[in-house]
């Protein structure tokens, strides 16, 4: 059985936008059995080019049932129902983040028609619902509006179907990535009820021998994601292997990658071996040379005892950060390595240096700019508390670093929104210091926005 969903929203955010109208058609593989739709009050404003595209207009849904009101019969619905949408990681992401705020763990199986079109009726220039539709002669009675594409999705499903059956293939079938799962001993109930949260995921063999460990910021689709993965040896011999499988929510997803790292220098399972080795390339790392300006290396990963200042899986992204700094700072090019030169830089010539590279810029006034990509590069501050979100929504976590030195991480509940640094660090497990943990925190904090961080 089938739920073919539609929903249209406030924006194309899932935290922080809301549904405004929601359809849903139930649908049995061969025809339409039920068909439910209602406009939905998000309980904030619709901007006015989100109404301009679909027609719905705050006046219209402020009489209409908030989400928490229609949130049962969606349950009840679409319960045993595969989830199917156009671009089904848009609906579903939606609809999961409305029911996460009501603190329910909403998850079905997914299918994107998108995704399906694209196999099974290749040749189309554009697989947007509009066009395809107009390709294949369905009308859509309402475009942009919840039923009227839900409606134009299940005729597009049915053809789907129909030629599937004509070709002989099995991809509707074989959608359920559970499907591909090699050892009889894996219970598939217990993949389908994994979480999806970050998280840290274990592989255990027949013997109840762990294999392999992993994190996620969606811990049930990575983990399906190794049992459909034939590109390798190794991936199929590790699903041959795997009996059964645990995991370890972390609310967060830079707690998910230390306790990763220290679960696996812990257990060094098998299909984890050597694996850290390649994850990060290239390293940025700094010195002072004999005229007294900081300077700074870009180079491949050494297994020097001091760590670096920063660490990249991809040259093209150590340049990319490097150039971003000496525009941000101020930086000169030579002294930064990117710039080769026995003379100044490029940058001197346009005026965008002051002269550090031919000594016209003295080494105490220069390495004031320099000392902030240093700092930047070291947290910001020697002592921080680094808050994001906990495993539900009460909840948060907290990563302490102190003098520059990772102490370890755990979790506490605000009160009224205050966060005391005395109960924070109270709630703090030690976990070691070491090059590692050093790297995936600047890189996480570089590369991505956390609640916040607190200087104690």
Not at 345 to 357: L, M, T
Request: hydrophobic residues 30%; contains cysteine.
């Amino acid at each position: 059985m089938y739920a073919i969903v539609d929903i249209e929203t406030t924006g194309g955010n899932p935290k922080k936008d809301k549904i405004t109208e929601i359809a849903v058609v139930l649908h049995d593989g061969q025809k339409v059995i039920h068909e439910f739709s209602t406009l939905i009050n998000p309980e904030c404003r619709i901007p006015h080019h989100i109404s301009s595209l679909t027609g719905i207009t705050n006046e219209m849904v402020a009489g209409s049932p908030k989400f928490y009101e229609v949130a049962k019969e969606l349950v009840e619905l679409t319960r045993d129902h595969v989830f199917v949408a156009h671009n089904v990681s848009f609906d579903y992401n939606f609809v999961r983040s409305e029911f996460q705020r009501l603190g329910y763990d909403y998850w079905r199986e997914q299918l994107c028609t998108v995704r399906l079109s694209r196999k099974i009726l290749p040749g189309h220039q554009s697989y947007s619902l509009g066009r395809l539709c107009d390709d294949l002669n369905i009308s859509i009675n309402g475009r942009h509006r919840a039923m009227g594409d839900a409606a134009a999705t299940s005729v597009l499903f049915e053809m789907l179907v129909r030629e599937e059956s004509r070709n002989n293939t099995n991809y509707i079938a074989g959608s359920d990535k559970t499907t591909g799962i090699r050892n009889p001993l894996l219970d598939t109930d217990k993949l389908k009820c994994l979480p999806e949260v970050p998280g840290v995921y274990y592989f255990y063999n027949q013997q109840t021998e762990l294999v392999y460990i992993g994190k996620s910021k969606n811990i049930k689709s990575r983990v399906l994601s190794h049992f459909s993965n034939h590109s390798s040896g190794k991936a199929m011999r590790m699903q041959t292997m795997v009996a059964d499988v645990d995991c370890d929510c972390t609310g967060s997803e830079l707690i998910a990658l230390l306790r990763e790292s220290h679960e696996i220098k812990k257990h060094q399972p098998v299909f984890n071996r050597r694996q850290r080795r390649s994850m990060f390339r290239y390293e940025l790392c700094s010195y002072t040379d004999d005229k007294g300006y900081i300077r700074f290396v870009l180079d491949k990963t050494s297994e020097r005892q001091t760590a670096p200042l920063n660490t990249f899986t991809t040259k093209a992204e150590a340049h990319g950060f490097l150039n971003r700094m000496i525009e941000r700072f101020g930086l000169c090019q030579k002294l930064c390595g990117v710039y080769p030169s026995e003379n100044h830089c490029f940058h001197y010539e346009i005026g965008a240096c002051k002269g550090a590279c031919i000594g016209k810029e003295p080494p105490v006034k220069y390495n004031l700019r320099a000392n902030k990509l240093l700092d930047f590069c070291r947290f910001g501050y020697h002592n921080l508390l680094i808050i994001d979100e906990g495993r539900n929504r009460e909840e948060k976590s907290v990563v302490k670093i102190e003098k520059g030195k990772y102490i370890g991480f755990g979790y506490f509940t605000p009160s009224f929104q205050e966060y005391n640094p005395d109960i924070m660090h109270e709630c703090i497990s030690s976990y070691p210091d070491n090059r590692e943990v050093q790297q995936i925190i600047r890189q996480y904090l570089h590369n991505n926005n956390v609640e916040r961080i607190i200087e104690y």
